[in-house]
């Protein structure tokens, strides 16, 4: 089994920054690609960053050139930096990973970090 626990979030004033962290409870970082999702209320839980287990990064259009993922292998930390916030980025913000077990693959979520960005 692998926990994530996020942490980083808060209020912030629009044009601020945040940086989240993602803590995993076990090596998987180094072998796995991980994400940060971001669901708004009302809306649904939306791909915001993703790192793969060789270090290549992809973001969402609507986050490029302001947010950052990054990961330390060596403290199974996953972060985001989130730079210029938006109060559209406001939602609750959850790391994610896919493991292949011999019984098949398994997603694995964290229990989401709130971040409200004021206009």
């Known amino acids: 089994q692998v926990q994530l626990v996020e942490s980083g979030g808060g209020l912030v004033q629009a044009g601020g920054s945040l940086r989240l962290s993602c803590a995993a409870s076990?090596?998987?970082?180094?072998?796995?690609?991980m994400d940060w999702y971001r669901q708004a209320p009302g809306k649904q839980r939306d791909l915001v960053a993703g790192?793969?287990?060789?270090?290549?990064?992809n973001y969402a259009d609507s986050v490029k050139g302001r947010f950052t993922i990054s990961k330390d292998n060596a403290k199974n930390t996953v972060y985001l930096q989130m730079n210029n916030l938006k109060p559209e980025d406001t939602g609750v913000y959850y790391c994610?990973?896919?493991?292949?077990?011999?019984?098949?693959?398994?997603?694995?979520w964290g229990q989401g970090t709130q971040v409200t960005v004021s206009s």
């Open positions: 790192v793969s287990s060789g270090g290549s990064t």
């Open positions: 994610h990973t896919t493991i292949t077990w011999p019984a098949g693959p398994k997603h694995y």
């Open positions: 076990r090596s998987a970082i180094s072998t796995n690609a």
